[in-house]
């Protein structure tokens, strides 16, 4: 059981380059999320989804699009990359059985813009 | 709006002592409340939850975390610490509802170092 696996762990990009990061998860969990981790900032929620075929906004999606055609992943994309999206980015997921079901996080993708 | 504080960026403690970990939290009706832990170049791992019922939670690795309501407050506590503990912990609230439930606000961390 992998849990949430996120690829690739590294990558640095040119400013506007454009990438995409993968999340999947084996636990099939309806929910699942994709974070910025910045110092001193906590984690702040850039996009989620609450099932298939299914995409939200969150508190920072501007530059960042995503989607969810399998319930297994979740696809983060930078169409045009910014050094200001130098970050860890990290994907979770949980199960949509309650509000107190706990987030299960993959090891993050460290990206950096030059 | 929902929001969370950690008001120390660092805790230190030496190993043996108790430590705490403070976070206190606004959110509109009944909070889900959370804490997470997080080792370096890994993701947020689960430590223990609030859903309701008896303020003192019990987690993982043997910590626990109190809930008071009329503080809006819910600390993370250990009764002796380990050098291993030394982590980054964060501390999340969700609220209950339609539409509250599905974001997860977190704090934004405070480091445990613990010294030998």
């Known amino acids: 059981n992998a849990g949430v696996t996120q690829t690739p762990k590294f990558r640095v990009l040119k400013t506007g380059q454009s990438m995409t990061l993968l999340c999947a998860q084996d636990m099939n969990h309806e929910y699942m999320y994709w974070y910025r981790q910045d110092p001193g900032m906590g984690l702040r929620l850039i996009h989620y989804s609450v099932g298939e075929g299914t995409t939200a906004k969150g508190e920072v999606p501007d530059g960042y699009n995503v989607s969810r055609l399998k319930k297994q992943n979740f696809l983060l994309g930078l169409e045009s990359a910014a050094p200001s999206q130098t970050s860890v980015y990290f994907c979770?997921?949980?199960?949509?059985?309650?509000?107190?079901?706990?987030?299960?996080f993959g090891d993050g993708t460290r990206l950096s813009i030059l | 709006a929902q929001s969370v504080a950690q008001p120390e960026d660092q805790v230190n403690v030496a190993e043996g002592n108790p430590l705490t970990v403070k976070c206190t939290y606004s959110?509109?009706?009944?909070?889900?409340l959370f804490w997470y832990v997080q080792y370096p170049n890994r993701g947020l791992q689960f430590l223990l939850k609030y859903i309701t019922g008896d303020n003192l939670v019990k987690g993982s690795y043997g910590f626990e975390a109190e809930f008071n309501k009329s503080q809006t407050s819910f600390h993370l506590k250990k009764p002796s610490a380990l050098v291993s503990d030394s982590a980054l912990y964060f501390c999340a609230v969700r609220a209950t509802g339609n539409t509250g439930g599905f974001k997860t606000i977190f704090g934004a961390g405070t480091r445990l170092f613990v010294k030998a």
């Open positions: 979770a997921s949980r199960l949509s059985g309650g509000d107190n079901q706990p987030q299960h």
């Open positions: 959110v509109s009706g009944n909070p889900y």
